[in-house]
């Protein structure tokens, strides 16, 4: 299950297309495919992003939540109750989301763990992983910097 700021840097690094290259079915609340607009949330789903609605049922989980937890926004909640009702990892990079799917037990990974399944599954090399890195930087990511400088070291 993906937010939104995951599609967004990978746009900046220029690796949508990689991305579904991946052995992975990538989801999305509908929620979140509405709002995207660079890049856009219906060209991602005609790549091969699955659309996914809440039910009424689900609505109120994020309702709950979201006294619970008043950082994430409702749409990324979205994709925390997705997650786990469909019993997969949330892809986000946004922490406070990160903290609460911690809390719910819930797998997640950011940006830089895509990045790095893309280098792993020869998709691309470590220098193109380094030069979309900058370019996410340079553009306003807010990807942890330690974990930047060690994959920029790696990747030159």
Do not use: C
């Not at 709002?35 to 689900?58: A, F, M, R, T």
């Not at 553009?139 to 990747?155: F, H, N, Q, T, Y």
């Amino acid at each position: 299950m993906t937010d939104s700021n995951i599609w967004v840097d990978l746009h900046w690094g220029g690796l949508i297309e990689e991305a579904f290259m991946l052995p992975f079915e990538f989801m999305a609340p509908d929620v979140i495919i509405e709002e995207l607009q660079i890049p856009n949330g219906y060209e991602l789903v005609q790549s091969g992003l699955q659309s996914k609605s809440l039910s009424g049922e689900l609505v109120l989980i994020v309702t709950d939540l979201a006294v619970r937890y008043l950082r994430p926004s409702r749409q990324d909640l979205f994709a925390l109750v997705l997650a786990m009702d469909e019993s997969a990892m949330l892809l986000t990079g946004d922490g406070s989301l990160r903290d609460a799917a911690n809390e719910m037990g819930v797998e997640v990974h950011g940006t830089i763990w895509v990045l790095d399944q893309m280098v792993n599954n020869g998709i691309i090399s470590k220098r193109k992983r380094a030069h979309a890195l900058r370019h996410m930087v340079s553009l306003g990511s807010r990807l942890p910097k330690d974990e930047v400088e060690a994959r920029l070291g790696s990747g030159l």
